[in-house]
Structure formats: C-alpha cells, structure tokens
C-alpha cells in the first residue's frame, strides 16, 4: 500500500515538475521574443531614443538678406541677439523656479510658454525669450551650469538702421501664427521663427529668409552641453547656413526722409514714381511706425497702444488708403470728352457760379464763376461748371471706362499686400451693390471727383504718370535687383509696360498743356504754391470733400472742426515736355490741393533734380522761367 502511495506521490512531482519547466521555457521564449522585438523590430527607435539623450541637434538660423535703397544704403540688416532655448524633456522643476524670476516671468508663465512652444517632439528646443538684455544674459550666464536643459543661443536679429524710414514698405518681422504654421508656403518653418509680416519682408520673404544650418551637440543626461571628453575622437558634424538674398530697392532714401519730413505732424501720403520705368522712387505714409519693436520682445500693452491708436500708424495709406479724388479727377473727364469728340481745346462753357440739374443747383467752387471758360481755362483755373456740363455729356459708363483705361479702380500690381482697388462707380455697380438705379446728379457729383468715386495715392501717381507719358502705362515696381548669397546670378528687373493707350497725340498734348498751366500761368490753381524756377512742372491740385453739411457752408476751411475739413491732393510730372518723374500728394484735411499738397510735392520735385540733374538735361524747357506768361489772366490766389 505505501509502495503504491509513493509511486503517485512521485508521479505528481513529476507532473508539477513538468509544468514548472513548461513555465520556465513559456517565459523565456517571451523574453527572448521581447529582447528580439527591442533589438531587431524596434531597435532603430531606442538606439534613436538613446542617442538623442547624448546628442542634440541644433539648429543654425541663416542671417537675413538685406533691404537696401537704390544706392545701397541699407534700410533693413542684422545685428546679433541672445535668445534663451530650453529643452521640454530636460528641464526641471527646479531649473523652472530660479530661471523664471531672472526673465520676469512667474513659474506658472514659464510653463505656459514650454507648452505652447513646444514641438512635436519633447526633446526640440524651444525659444522662450528673444533678445536677452544684457543684465539677464549675465545671471543666466552665470548659473548655466546649474540649469537643466537651459541653453542660451546667438542669432542674427533684424535691426532696421533708418528707424521709422520706409517703415510701410520696407514692412516688419513678426512670430509666425498656428495658422500660417499649416499654410504650404510655410512648410519647413518652425514654431518660434520669424517671418515677413507686411511690407517687402512679406513680399520677398522666400528670397530674404536663406537656408538654415545645423550641428550636433553632445549633452549629459539633464541636458548641458559636454565637451569631446565624453566622446574622444569624435568628430561631429555640422552644416553652414547660407544668408538670404540682398535685395535692392528702387527707392531712393533721400528723397523718403524729406517725404517724411515734409508730412511729419500731419495725416497723409506721398507717391512718386520714375516715368520711364514705373519704379517706386518714394513711398511715404504718414504716421509712421519703428520695425524694431516687432523684433524685439515689447509689452502687450504697447501692442494695444499701436492696434488702438486713432491714427493708425500700420496703415499703408499710400496703397490701402481711398479718398474721393477731387478736381484730379477732372483730367480723366476732360481726356474722355477729348476723344469721344464731345469738346475740343475751342469748346467753351459760360461759368456763373453754378450749374442746374433741373432745379437742382450745382455750386462751381468760384462762388461768382469764371464767364467764358475755354477747355484750357477750364483746367487751368479748376471750373467746375465747364466738368459738371461735360460729365453729363459723357455719362457714368464713358466715364467708368476711361478711368479704368487710366489706371483708376484697379489694382496696380504693386505687389504689396493689402492693395485697395479703389472704387469707379457705373450703373451695374449701383445695381449690384447699392441694389438702385444711377441717377444724373451721381454723375455731376462724380465730374469733380465727389460722390463715389475714390483712389489710392499711388493710384494718383499711376494716372500722372500716364498722361506724362502720353498713354505708356508702367506697373509700379519697387525691386530693381536681387542679389544672390547662394552663388547664382543676380537678377535685375527691368520695366514692364502693361499699356498703351492709343489715344490722339494732339490730345496728350492739349491736357499736358492745360497741367503746365495749372503751375506756369497766372490764375492757375498752382501758380503761387508750386511753380518753381528749377524745373517746369505740370500738374492738377485738388480738393476732395469729407462731409457736407449746411451747417459748414459759408465757413472758411480753417473755422471747420479739423476731421471734417477737405482733403488735399496734387499730382504732377516733371519736367512738363518730357517727364522723368511722377508725383502725387494727400493731406487728409488739408484743406486745398494748392497749399495743403502742392508745396510738398514741389520741394520732392526740385530735390530729385538736385540729386540727378542729368535728367534736366534731357528736357527741352529745364528752367520755368522761359514760359511765356500771357497776359489778362486773373492773378488772384487760387485755393481749389
């Protein structure tokens, strides 16, 4: 019996024996299984995982190409700043609390900024703070050693040396947005970069960027760079950056600071273009702005100061600014009734101060009118009636469709973002949009610049510079060459006529006339303001309404409260036979286009003959004092 018990009792241990080795090779074929995963499946992943806890990979940001004016003088550079990185993965609690004081930061803050910060991947670094003042530069310098995953970088920052100077066109830098992170224009950028925010740094920012660089560092487990000793012998590598593109400008930086100088402390725009080429000689817009504080780090408080200021000083009134055109617009009516056959240079119109549609009464801004006023005269001396006649003549289509042929109610394709297209009112506009029928008393408003119609400065320079050029129609451009750092071909633009208005010569000629007498003949709106005894100049003044009231009428421009005065305009090209520029000013509420805008665009005109005077040279009447003044004409101020 007991022999029989022991037989089962060693059957059992052999069973059990049997399940423990069973367990033993289950688990080790699952280790086995688990190391072959680790090392062959998934070995590039933890070999890439460890590495990454030795070497980091840092990135090289390329210095930025160059904005430089057309003589080389640099309007947008760079000059080195210190940034401080972390790295999400490295950094500690403890790090976190002492280095969050020294950037004037709470703990809590600091956190914030790693998080939003940080990439797809916990071991990238993040850029907590730009332009390091020199005092935090010490104190982190100071303890770096005592901070975990804390790195302090060198890169070229944006420094624009002429301050405010082209601020609109020349733009500025700014972080790049979530949004614009998802955009394939920006693929390849980085959460933390920099990128053109307006103005040419927008424009060129693929040709301005350059193409980064990297290099491998070696660090300890809680982050901080080590030396070769870690490594002996090992050689890490590294890739150069390459700078962005120079790019040269067509504006002339002398004659922008006295653009900018002559609209300091007022509302306004100036235009001037090159009439053989379409080149931006200068671009101003007033008030300005300082590019260097989008570069730098700055209080929000300060942001909401600039978003709320009343002035707007981000505005770009030269290309996003529309105003009613006033009697500028009179150049456009008297070429349509030119060619239509409606008028010649014989055409006269009896002027008494007003015009009746109907009953309605039309006032000409001489109160006792100008009698018998000639095509000449009539833009000579700015006469509203002899306009209001014709633009009921030509009616609110012709007129649309020879405005647009001048440039006007269409974008330029300057290139600079937003452009305003201006507004040329028609009969389908009023439908469309107004959802009324056009009325006659829309078009006589319309005659004189009133009413719906409204233009950008540079659209104002466009049309000078079309009828300078008798109908040679250049798209405004603003880059002469870029300049390449990669080795290749610098490029060089050349002019592009995208126009020519076939128009009779003899008409060209009859409205270039009558703008040479607007500056040169006695009686002309300008004559007193604008003529000049360096250059002959041809040009139209105009004043465009901002409001009408009744409580206003009978008031002089000066006892008006200043937000509701008239706006000023003149546009002109000099010299008057053979144009080698074209100007155009406004002066929100300044009042009359011949003291409000005619004196600015005059200094810009005679200081661009100063600094080029070859181009006088090709002119056949350089000096104004040759024109032959005509007697009889009345010599009083003219304020239109």
Not at 13 to 27: E, H, N, P, S, T
Not at 96 to 107: D, H
Not at 111 to 119: A, D, L, Q, V, Y
Not at 203 to 231: N, S
Request: proline share 5%; hydrophobic share 40%; charged share 25%.
């Amino acid at each position: 019996m007991q022999r029989y018990i022991d037989e089962f009792e060693q059957e059992r241990l052999k069973r059990r024996l049997r399940i423990f080795q069973l367990a033993v090779i289950i688990v080790v074929l699952l280790a086995l299984f688990r190391f072959w995963q680790l090392q062959v499946l998934q070995g590039r992943r933890w070999r890439l995982v460890a590495a990454e806890n030795q070497f980091r990979t840092i990135r090289i940001l390329p210095p930025r190409g160059m904005i430089l004016d057309r003589k080389g003088k640099i309007l947008a550079g760079n000059k080195l700043g210190f940034n401080i990185t972390v790295i999400p993965a490295d950094i500690d609690e403890k790090s976190i609390q002492e280095l969050a004081p020294i950037l004037n930061l709470t703990p809590e803050e600091l956190k914030r900024k790693i998080e939003i910060k940080k990439s797809w991947s916990r071991n990238v670094p993040v850029e907590i703070k730009r332009g390091l003042t020199w005092e935090e530069l010490a104190r982190i310098e100071e303890r770096l050693r005592d901070f975990s995953g804390v790195d302090i970088e060198l890169e070229p920052v944006r420094s624009y040396p002429e301050g405010d100077t082209a601020c609109h066109l020349v733009g500025y830098l700014g972080e790049i947005s979530q949004e614009e992170l998802k955009l394939p224009g920006y693929a390849g950028y980085e959460v933390g970069d920099y990128i053109g925010k307006a103005g040419v740094e927008r424009l060129l920012e693929k040709e301005l960027k350059g193409l980064e660089g990297w290099q491998y560092k070696v660090v300890d487990a809680r982050g901080r760079e080590r030396g070769p000793e870690i490594f002996p012998g090992l050689r890490l590598d590294a890739k150069a950056p390459v700078p962005g593109n120079n790019v040269i400008l067509s504006l002339d930086l002398d004659l922008q600071k006295l653009a900018q100088e002559l609209l300091k402390g007022k509302t306004g725009a100036v235009v001037m273009l090159s009439a053989k080429t379409g080149e931006v000689l200068v671009m101003a817009s007033s008030p300005t702005f300082y590019p260097e504080i989008f570069v730098n780090p700055f209080h929000p408080e300060e942001w909401q100061n600039l978003m709320t200021d009343q002035t707007h000083p981000l505005y770009n009134r030269a290309i996003q600014g529309t105003y009613p055109l006033g009697s500028v617009f009179k150049l456009v009516l008297a070429m349509a009734g030119l060619q239509e056959g409606l008028i010649t240079d014989e055409t006269t119109v009896r002027c008494t101060g007003v015009y009746f549609l109907g009953k309605i009464p039309f006032k000409c801004w001489r109160k006792n009118g100008h009698g018998l006023v000639s095509f000449h005269r009539a833009i000579v001396e700015s006469c509203d009636v002899y306009f209001y006649t014709l633009g009921a003549r030509l009616g609110i289509d012709r007129i649309a469709r020879y405005a647009n042929l001048l440039g006007l109610g269409i974008r330029t394709g300057i290139g600079l973002e937003p452009e305003s297209t201006g507004l040329v009112p028609s009969e389908s506009w009023m439908e469309k949009v107004r959802k009324q029928k056009w009325n006659a008393g829309d078009t006589i408003s319309v005659s004189i610049g009133q009413g719906y119609i409204l233009a950008t400065p540079l659209q104002a320079a466009v049309l000078a510079m079309v009828i300078g050029n008798e109908g040679e129609l250049y798209r405004p451009r603003l880059v002469k060459e870029i300049e390449s750092s990669k080795g290749g071909a610098d490029r060089i633009f050349s002019p592009e006529l995208i126009a020519k208005l076939n128009f009779k010569e003899k008409n060209w000629k009859l409205l270039k006339e009558a703008m040479t007498g607007v500056v040169n003949e006695p009686g002309g709106t300008a004559f007193w303001s604008v003529r000049s005894d360096k250059v002959i100049i041809a040009g139209k003044t105009g004043t465009a309404q901002v409001i009408k009231a009744k409580r206003f009428e009978g008031m002089a421009q000066e006892q008006i409260p200043e937000k509701f005065r008239d706006h000023a305009w003149f546009v002109a090209f000099a010299p008057a036979d053979n144009p080698e520029i074209a100007i155009s000013v406004l002066v929100e509420h300044g009042m009359h286009g011949s003291s409000g805008a005619g004196p600015i665009a005059k200094q810009l005109i005679e200081k661009y003959f100063e600094l080029y005077p070859e181009a006088l040279s090709k002119s056949a009447h350089p000096s104004a004092e040759k024109i032959k003044i005509e007697p009889g004409h009345n010599l009083e101020d003219n304020r239109e």
